[in-house]
Nanobody
Framework: QVHLVESGGGLVQAGGSLRLSCAPS????????MGWFRQAPGKEREFVAA????????YYADSVKGRFTISRDNVKNTVYLQMNSLKSEDTAAYYC??????????????WGQGTQVTVSS
């Protein structure tokens, strides 16, 4: 059974940084596309960032472009989301997602349980 385990969330002041990690268990996702999504209270889940299986292609939501960086270490089978210059509007539960394809697409096949990020102003 596949599990995606997120870590690295927490409470940070506005302008600060956090790095989220996503470590799949049950199988390797090295070479498969992965993404990060977030959901704030009372809002729909939204796309944050995605990375192709090779790591060569990355995609970002306009709201985080220039502040967040998605990366992966296929040897460690881990995907990261470096979040800098955090704003109060970044407060949300952040979810890792994994695809069965190497290229990034809208649908994902596996989801993590989420990690909370709270940015205080």
């Amino acid at each position: 059974q596949v599990h995606l385990v997120e870590s690295g969330g927490g409470l940070v002041q506005a302008g600060g940084s956090l790095r989220l990690s996503c470590a799949p268990s049950g199988r390797t996702f090295s070479g498969y596309a992965m993404g990060w999504f977030r959901q704030a209270p009372g809002k729909e889940r939204e796309f944050v960032a995605a990375i192709s299986g090779s790591g060569r292609n990355t995609y970002y939501a306009d709201s985080v472009k220039g502040r967040f960086t998605i990366s992966r270490d296929n040897v460690k089978n881990t995907v990261y989301l470096q979040m800098n210059s955090l704003k109060s509007e970044d407060t949300a539960a952040y979810y890792c997602a994994a695809s069965e394809t190497a290229w990034v697409r809208e649908e994902y096949d596996y989801w993590g349980q989420g990690t909370q990020v709270t940015v205080s102003s």
